[in-house]
């Protein structure tokens, strides 16, 4: 759920009051719309029944797919059976059995955790750490001519980073005193109606409930304005009030954010050095930390297990998904970004989904050092463009391909936008970035149906977090049918098998009549079927590198055991 797309600056209107239920399809016909083919069914889809038609008389091979998020549902019953687990990894022990220097680390790892079993939860925005950090040095007045070249860009940022929190301040004061009102209100209706209606609910669902008094229909009243609102009637209670909750409290955040300095929260429970890359051999193995709605959604995406009956199908048929948690309630960390990487790439990973992004990346050197590690061992990353409908050939989103230092781009890295359907609101999704230049391809990101933790739900989601997991497992889809092809062909095939819709759509956030093709790099949707016939026609290059990397930091690796 894209919470950005519902609140539009100072004096807005909820979104329904332009939005009939008439442009939403039904609930049971949009599962697994992103899956479909645009002749048989209809749907701007991904045409995987045909790609599977095609690799039907093949023979796959297991591709291990690390998802680096919030964290995973291992107990979920689509995930259970593609969960990756480290077999050298005896569970529970206490003991760093493979002595990789992460103890239990049997589903991954959690790199936002404390040797004590306590887990980081809430999280700070970068800008925010970067602004309070430089403030000291830079505030005031300032004699640019004194300073050093490093200095110099230092101040630039605080500058910028200075002008973006005050603004963004002002703005979320603003929001607070328009939502304050409904957020009371809103608990408040949420409590009452699980107790006459039933605990969990769906905008639908409620529409049958016949109110009692005037208490229980203010209380209908106001929920169903809330689901309403966010276009999101086939959602449940709980997620709606979790994510209206979270979007709530990151306004309080951005209000306080010039005078408050950011707390510590990483810092207070995972106790690293973490200015020290080397201090690495942090974290714990509770890669289920909290409710890890985001990474379970994703892991399903990618590879829920496929004809079982139950739930959804993935795309990949014959994937592991390795869980590393390393993005809290706020901005990720370089550091915890760049030793995910590292970690999935040393225990078997050929693939990496990145659903997450911020707009600075102060550490971005060891980033960087993880992206071209990766490269040298022909993996390929997958991210998410961002859910703010800028374009980023003008705007910073990192992770990014980019090195610093030699601004050349990584080979082996996939940028991706989120495309819909006409029947989920437009083909292009109103709230994704884009850039002719720095999105590679756009793929299913709209009303996308997947796995979530609570007792083996599953619930749709909106986000370019969406959609570069349906990008990341038809790279699997690929590489296990095709497992001799590099990082850089299954990247090759993905794009060039992109089909250009060849229509005009609206740009997120701006006018009509744009064609669907200036917004990525390709121009066009991911189309399983046409890549795998593009696979089908390579020679494989996976063990024909070129590629030299930084070395990476000598292992501190110790023996550890629970007391």
């Known amino acids: 759920m ?18 009939s239920l008439a442009q939403t399809a039904a609930k049971e016909e949009l599962k697994g719309w992103h899956l479909k ?41 689509d995930l259970k059976p593609v969960l990756w687990r480290n077999p050298k990894e005896i569970p529970g022990n206490g003991i760093d059995d493979d002595k990789n220097g992460y103890t239990d680390d049997v589903y991954g790892w959690n790199f936002l955790g404390g040797k004590d079993g306590r887990n980081v939860k809430e999280g700070t925005a970068e800008a925010a750490r970067m602004y309070h950090a430089l403030k000291p040095r830079y505030s005031g007045t300032v004699d640019e001519t004194k300073l050093s070249p490093k200095e110099k860009e230092e ?8 002008e973006e929190i005050e603004t963004g301040a002002t703005n979320a004061q603003e929001q607070i005193l328009f939502l304050r009102g409904l957020y009371r209100k809103s608990g408040e209706a949420d409590s009452l109606l699980q107790i006459r209606f039933k605990k969990v609910y769906t905008g639908n669902d409620l529409v049958s409930f016949k109110p009692a008094n005037s208490k229980e229909a203010d209380a209908k009243s106001t929920m169903f304005a809330l689901f309403r609102g966010f276009d999101v009637m086939d959602v ?23 005078n408050e300095v950011p ?26 930390a909290g409710t890890p709605l985001h990474g379970s959604h994703v892991s399903g995406i990618i590879a829920a297990a496929r004809n079982n009956g139950i739930g959804v199908d993935g795309i990949a048929n014959d994937v592991k998904i390795m869980v590393l948690r390393a993005v809290p309630d706020g901005d990720e960390y370089d550091k915890d970004v760049a030793l995910a990487i590292r970690y999935a790439v040393d225990n078997g990973a050929k693939i990496i989904n990145m659903s997450f992004g911020k707009g600075y990346s102060p550490e971005k050197r060891w980033v960087d050092d993880a992206v071209r590690y990766a490269q040298s061992k022909g993996v390929l990353l997958v991210h998410a463009a961002g859910n703010d409908h800028n374009n980023v050939d003008s705007t910073e989103n990192y992770p990014s391909p980019y090195f610093a230092d030699t601004k050349t781009k990584a080979s082996n890295y996939i940028t991706v936008g ?8 437009g083909l292009i999704a109103d709230f994704s970035n884009y850039g002719k230049r720095e999105v590679d391809v756009f793929a299913p990101g709209v009303k996308i149906y997947s796995t979530i933790p609570a007792g083996n739900a599953y619930e749709f989601e909106d986000g370019t977090s969406m ?26 095939c993905i794009e060039k098998g992109a089909q250009n819709p060849n229509i005009k759509v609206k740009k997120p956030g701006g006018e009509n009549n744009v064609d669907f093709s200036d917004f990525s790099r390709t121009g066009g949707i991911i189309n399983a079927y046409e890549s795998v016939k593009i696979a089908a026609t390579l020679k494989g290059e996976r063990n024909n590198t070129k590629v030299t990397p930084k070395p990476a930091p000598k292992p501190k690796v110790k023996k550890t055991r629970k007391g």
């Open 37 to 77: 083919d645009k002749t048989k069914d209809g749907y701007y889809g991904i045409s995987l029944e045909q790609a599977f038609e095609f690799v039907k008389n093949k023979k796959s091979t297991t591709v291990i797919v690390a998802v680096i998020d919030n964290g995973a549902d291992t107990l979920h019953e």
């Open 2 to 19: 894209q919470l950005k797309k519902l609140w539009i600056g100072a004096g807005c209107f909820f979104l329904f009051f332009s939005t």
């Open 236 to 258: 449940n209670n709980t997620s709606l009030m979790t994510d209206f909750t979270a979007y709530y409290k990151s306004q309080e955040k951005k209000a306080e954010a010039p």
């Open 418 to 425: 989120a495309s819909g359907d006409p029947k989920t609101g």
């Open 467 to 492: 959609a570069s997991p349906v990008v990341a497992g038809l790279a699997a889809l690929i590489l296990s049918y095709f497992p001799d092809l590099s990082a850089e062909q299954v990247k090759y």
């Open 155 to 162: 101040y630039r940022i605080y500058k910028k980073l200075q």
């Open 263 to 288: 707390k510590d929260y990483r810092g207070e429970i995972v106790k690293d050095n973490y200015n020290d890359f080397n201090d690495r051999y942090y974290g714990n193995g509770d890669v289920m």
